[in-house]
């Protein structure tokens, strides 16, 4: 079980950085880790784990390398992190969020990331080659953040037929807010929402794919989840395709000026409804 304190270090490891697993619970007090101040730099794992009831808060720490991980690993677990510099990240993420996990990020920098800045549910769990768990409720809240330089290649021959441009914002079978982020240098969609719940107000993007691609998970086996979004006073600058993709899902969009689309998109808005039944 994880507690305690580290602070004002320098960590150089080739593994994780640093691995919290639980926590200590006595008396029925939980007990928190909290890791601030830190330069973390690993040359292959993960700069900061939080695994399996894991309560950690994290603040000032400045993490790069992880050219085989992410900087934070967040598995069924309570993470704060604010005020971190990731990046670069030469392996995956900059945060990535599985299993059912309640984390809330603010007035972080997210920089230069393989994959994804921010992953929140894990959609690699029908991909060849892959062990992760299938999908479980997670929660995000994203707020005051800035994301710079996203462009990496994603894949998923499951979910979205091969490569695609990594999105600044991927929510999978989960839910998050996303509130005041400020994203440049960003060549995918602005959000990518498969299955999900999300809250976006007040944040500006730079896009090169979609502004938002909304779109429903089908587990093949007569199962159809939608996406719900609520859409207000976001800004998308830049070369964006549509504005919002939305496949057999529910949004809600106010008070936001949409550009003309690009990429040889028609109209800014598009509504599909794949399957053969009525929506």
């Known amino acids: ?24 619970e006595t008396n029925g007090q939980n007990y928190t880790f909290v890791i601030s101040d830190n330069t973390i730099t690993p040359a ?5 784990t939080a695994y ?7 603040e000032r720490n400045t993490i790069s390398g992880s050219s085989e991980g992410s900087g934070f690993g967040i598995r069924s677990s309570f993470v704060t992190a604010n005020n971190n510099v990731i990046g670069p990240i030469g392996g995956w993420n900059g945060i990535w969020i599985y299993g059912e996990s309640d984390v809330s990020a603010e007035n972080n920098t997210i920089l230069n990331t393989a994959k994804e800045p921010v992953l929140i549910g894990e959609y690699h769990h029908k991909d060849q080659g892959w062990n992760v768990p299938s999908p479980t409720k997670a ?39 996303f509130m005041d982020n400020t994203v440049t240098g960003n060549v995918g969609d602005g ?9 976006a107000q007040g944040n500006d993007i730079e896009v090169g794919g979609f502004a938002a691609n909304i779109s429903l998970y089908d587990d093949n086996y007569g199962n159809k989840y939608g996406s719900i979004a609520y859409f207000s006073g976001n800004t998308y600058t830049g070369t964006p395709g549509q504005i919002y993709n939305v496949t057999e899902s529910r949004v809600a969009v106010q008070s936001e000026f949409m550009p003309d689309p690009g990429a040889g998109q028609t109209h800014p808005v598009m509504l599909s409804w794949l399957g053969a039944e009525c929506p």
Do not use: W
């Open 139 to 177: 929660r995000l809240y994203f707020a005051n953040n800035i994301v710079q330089n996203n462009t990496g290649t994603c894949n998923s021959v499951e979910m979205y037929g091969g490569d695609f441009p990594c999105p600044a914002f991927h929510v999978y079978m989960s839910s998050a807010t």
């Open 1 to 24: 079980s994880s507690s305690g304190y580290l602070t004002n270090s320098t960590i150089t490891t080739k593994c994780n950085a640093i691995d919290t697993n639980s926590h200590l």
């Open 52 to 58: 399996d009831g894991a309560i950690v808060v994290a």
């Open 44 to 48: 292959e794992g993960a700069g900061i």
């Open 191 to 199: 959000f990518r929402i498969k299955g999900g719940i999300v809250n």
